[in-house]
């Protein structure tokens, strides 16, 4: 994949832009992530339970990429009671946690109480969506060990479109890192009854525009520019282009790729709806 280690957000911000799919393209190609998702693919139908699931490694560990949970892999106690609980019961092992990633893949997976009868994974088109989300997560992941304020802006963008409440945003890292620092809220903020940390974001940001992407850029734009300026990164306006050599292991030839960006500042960026 193309590095953007040490550059200033906003620099790395249009790189990622510019070439997202090629370097998505890339993950997949690694034999690594290419091995994995073949055997994902070939041997996930064969799973009709939540022991079948943990009873392949492979499989299982996996799909806890693919939703973002390979810090939890080796919790598998924990990971078949939440797999096995029965959503419908509001005092269930699933819907007592506030980590939604738990609850994502509970629902991805579709098996029901006690663990059994699922058939999405007899279906080709949510293999392909689970294969997407584990090769976007990689890359989310890695630009996040690159650049913490660039992986908490691309997650932002993943995530806000799904924003029903206030809670959802304050039970979310990456997301209450975005909006309070687009709002100007303290980090002390969090030492506040829940609430109240709630009512404060209801009263400055309209949550129904979270849903337009136009809003979600200019926050992502906004977030990115004061990261910047807070960390001392510069953000000088870059003349003519930046070539950076992709790693000739990212490809099956061997051979080295330039990818030519040009880069332009970033001029601004435009309000949002806010709630008067």
């Not at 509001?90 to 994502?104: E, G, I, P, Q």
């Not at 098996?111 to 989310?140: P, R």
């Not at 000088?236 to 030519?260: C, D, E, Q, R, Y």
Request: charged share 25%; net charge negative.
């Amino acid at each position: 994949m193309i590095s953007v280690a040490g550059m200033a957000t906003n620099v790395a911000l249009r790189i990622v832009n510019a070439t997202e799919d090629k370097q998505q393209e890339m993950i997949r190609s690694e034999p690594q992530h290419a091995r994995a998702i073949e055997y994902f693919m070939e041997n996930i139908s064969d799973v009709q339970s939540v022991d079948d699931l943990l009873e392949d490694y492979d499989l299982y560990s996996f799909v806890m990429k693919a939703y973002d949970l390979e810090d939890q892999i080796f919790g598998k106690a924990m990971m078949e009671k939440i797999l096995k609980s029965d959503i419908e019961d509001r005092d269930a092992l699933v819907n007592k946690l506030t980590d939604s990633r738990f609850k994502d893949l509970y629902t991805a997976l579709g098996f029901g109480a006690g663990g059994e009868g699922n058939i999405n994974t007899l279906l080709t088109s949510w293999k392909t969506t689970v294969v997407d989300k584990y090769v976007d997560t990689q890359f989310v992941n890695a630009k996040t060990d690159e650049n913490e304020t660039l992986g908490a802006a691309l997650a932002f963008r993943r995530k806000a479109g799904d924003v029903n409440s206030a809670f959802d945003i304050l039970r979310d890292t990456d997301l209450s890192k975005v909006v309070r620092t687009v709002l100007g809220l303290p980090e002390a903020l969090a030492a506040l009854d829940i609430d109240k940390q709630a009512a404060l974001i209801n009263e400055k940001l309209d949550l129904e525009t979270l849903s337009d992407p136009e809003v979600i850029e200019e926050m992502v734009t906004k977030y990115v520019a004061i990261s910047d300026a807070t960390s001392g990164s510069s953000s000088t306006p870059l003349s003519g282009a930046m070539t950076i050599l992709s790693s000739a292991s990212s490809f099956a030839s061997g051979s080295f790729v330039p990818v030519t960006i040009d880069i332009t500042a970033i001029s601004g960026f435009g309000g949002y709806r806010t709630n008067r």
